[in-house]
């Protein structure tokens, strides 16, 4: 494994095509950055669907009530779940959604973040301060680019796993 700046807050998603490691800011939002870490240790992510995933924009993840593909999976479904955790209140912050971050997802309310997320494409600046960003992909975005596309895809592809740097030996 490499070395990460600080493993406590470094999320790593297994894909089909390798590993992509996020760097999270948990000094701009601790609230989402505490949440992602509780469910990747609870193996809530694990075979959880991209569901939605736009070219050009972005690829969403996260709804572990609806999108476990080995689980009570229903991609008809998939992306108007969360957690059975409360949500969570807005972090909004300066930090601009550069290709890479990752973003919250959410209702119309900006307080309806829960379990799902997107990492960008490409700069989408019109998020700014309206979706919390809350990391940023730090290795493995080729990875990311390759995601299937498709609102739902055909054949969508999962996190294989996501786990906690910290905890993996």
Known sequence: MPEWKDPENTILIELKDG???IELLADIAPQHCARMKELARAGAYDNVVFHRVIDGFMAQTGDVENGNAEKDFNLRRAGT???DLPDLPAE??????DRGTLGAARSSNPN????QFFINFKDNHFLNRQYTVYGRVVSGME????I?????PASPDRMI?????????
């Open 148 to 152: 299937t596309r498709g609102e739902p």
């Open 161 to 169: 796993s996501v786990k906690v740097a910290a905890d993996v030996s």
């Open 112 to 115: 309806s973040a829960n379990s």
């Open 81 to 83: 779940g969360g957690s």
């Open 92 to 97: 909004f912050s300066g930090v601009p959604h």
């Open 19 to 21: 590993l992509v490691a």
């Open 143 to 146: 990875h990311v680019d390759a």
